[in-house]
Nanobody
Framework: QVQLEESGGGSVQTGGSLELSCVANRYTYRSYCMGWFRQAPGSEREGIVGVDSDGTIEYAHFAEGRFTISENSARSTITLHMNNLKPEDTGTYYC?????????????????WGQGTQVTVSP
């Protein structure tokens, strides 16, 4: 059974930083590729970052240079480090798991989604 539990998020001002963590159960962590998506109010969901089975990391263009993902395999955890946040980064952020590699375009959405955590960036 797939389990994804997110934590972190919150409210920051422009230029601030936040960290989002996602703890998966062992089955999920070993069986699927993991990453992060987000959805801004009134917008479609979009992929942020995905980690392939060989450890290759793919970032969406908007995330490059500002967002970084790290893994703790011993704890089946991935963490999204977000810096220099902008108001357009506001939205609900989802930890995802799915077939490898994850499709960040959204055409083939990941199979499994966490409950989501809110990120709000004020001007």
């Amino acid at each position: 059974q797939v389990q994804l539990e997110e934590s972190g998020g919150g409210s920051v001002q422009t230029g601030g930083s936040l960290e989002l963590s996602c703890v998966a159960n062992r089955y999920t962590y070993r069986s699927y590729c993991m990453g992060w998506f987000r959805q801004a109010p009134g917008s479609e969901r979009e992929g942020i970052v995905g980690v392939d089975s060989d450890g290759t990391i793919e970032y969406a263009h908007f995330a490059e240079g500002r967002f970084t993902i790290s893994e703790n395999s011993a704890r089946s955890t991935i963490t999204l480090h977000m810096n220099n946040l902008k108001p357009e980064d506001t939205g609900t952020y989802y930890c995802v798991a799915g077939s490898c590699p994850l499709d960040l375009s959204g055409e083939y959405p990941p199979n499994y989604w966490g409950q989501g955590t809110q990120v709000t960036v004020s001007p």
